[in-house]
C-alpha cells in the first residue's frame, strides 16, 4: 500500500521520529474516505516501540546539568532490552573489551558512508577507508580484519544491524545517524566518534555513556564549512592508530569500569 499512498506513508515515517501512538488513526490520504477493508490494513499495528528524536529528553541531557550514572538511564536501557527481545536477540553480557576471564581478540566493526544523491552539500564519507581498515586489521588487538558495514543500504534490516553490533567489541565510524548504532553495543564496548574539528554534536556520546559504553572523540583537522563536497575527508591513520592504542589501554586500565567519556 505505501506506493498507493505515498503521501500518507511519509507522514507516517515522519511520525516515527517520536513516541507518537496516536498516528495509527489517523493514517489515511487526507480528503479522500478509504473503505473499512482497506483501513484494516492501516491499523494492524497494535504495539508500537519508539525512542525519542535526538533533541528530546534524555539524550540531550548534558545540556541540562541533568547526571545520570554510567549505564543507569532507564529509559534507554528499557528501550534496548524491549527492541532486543522484540528480535529474539540475546544479549551479550559485555565487551570482551572488559573481560578479563578470556584473551581473545577484539571484534571490530567500521562503519562506511556513501555520497547521498541529492544531497550533495552533505558527505561525511571518509576518502582514505581503505587506510583505515589497514589500521583496524592490527593483529595484535584485533580478530581478523574489520566487519565494513554500510546500514545505509536496504540489505540491512534490523535485525541484522543489532546482531552486528551485540558482537562488536570496538565501533569505528564519522559522525552521522548510522552511529545510533551505539545503543546495541554490549557494555563495556569503545566507540570512536569520527568529526569534524569544530563540530558540537554529543547525542552519541550521551547514548554511549546512558548504556555503559566507552566513548572517544577523533577530531580531524578539516572543519565543517571545509567539507570537500562529493570527495569526503581524509582520516589520518598514524594518527587513529595511537587514538585506538591509548584508547583500549585507558579502558583496560580500569578494569570493569564502564561508560567512560575517553
Known amino acids: 500500500r505505501k506506493d498507493l499512498y505515498s503521501t500518507a506513508y511519509a507522514e507516517l515515517l515522519h511520525k516515527l521520529i517520536g513516541p507518537n501512538f496516536q498516528m495509527i488513526e489517523h493514517f489515511r490520504p487526507k480528503g479522500e474516505s478509504l473503505p473499512e477493508s482497506v483501513l484494516e490494513e492501516f491499523t494492524c499495528v497494535r504495539t508500537l516501540l519508539t525512542t525519542p528524536n535526538e533533541f528530546s529528553s534524555p539524550l540531550t541531557a548534558h545540556d541540562t546539568g541533568h547526571k545520570v550514572d554510567c549505564g543507569q538511564s532507564g529509559l534507554i ?13 540475546v544479549p551479550q553480557p559485555k565487551s570482551r573489551l572488559i573481560d578479563q576471564s578470556t584473551t ?7 562503519l562506511v558512508r556513501r555520497q547521498f544523491q541529492q544531497r550533495k552539500d552533505v558527505s561525511r564519507i571518509i576518502a582514505n577507508e581503505q587506510d583505515v581498515i589497514d589500521v583496524l586489521t592490527d593483529e595484535e588487538f584485533f580478530e581478523g580484519s574489520p566487519d565494513v558495514c554500510n546500514f545505509g543500504e536496504e ?60 566513548h572517544r572523540t577523533f577530531r580531524i583537522q578539516t572543519a565543517m564549512s571545509e567539507e570537500r563536497r562529493g570527495v569526503g575527508y581524509t582520516v589520518p591513520a598514524a594518527e587513529i592508530k595511537r587514538e585506538l592504542s591509548d584508547a583500549i589501554a585507558s579502558v583496560r586500565e580500569t578494569g570493569a569500569t564502564i561508560g567512560v567519556n575517553l
Not at 536501557?77 to 529474539?88: A, G, H
Open 77 to 89: 536501557q528499557e528501550f534496548k532490552q524491549r527492541s532486543l527481545e522484540s528480535f529474539d536477540i
Open 104 to 110: 581473545r581478540k577484539l571484534r571490530v566493526t567500521f
Open 155 to 214: 540489505t540491512w534490516t534490523m535485525r541484522k544491524q543489532m546482531e552486528q553490533m551485540q558482537r562488536t567489541d570496538i565501533l569505528v565510524g564519522f559522525h552521522g545517524g548510522q552511529l545510533t548504532g551505539v545503543m546495541w553495543l554490549p557494555k563495556g564496548a569503545l566507540v570512536i566518534e569520527i568529526m569534524e574539528k569544530d563540530r558540537g554534536h554529543y547525542m552519541y556520546e550521551t547514548m554511549a555513556l546512558y548504556t555503559g559504553v566507552n
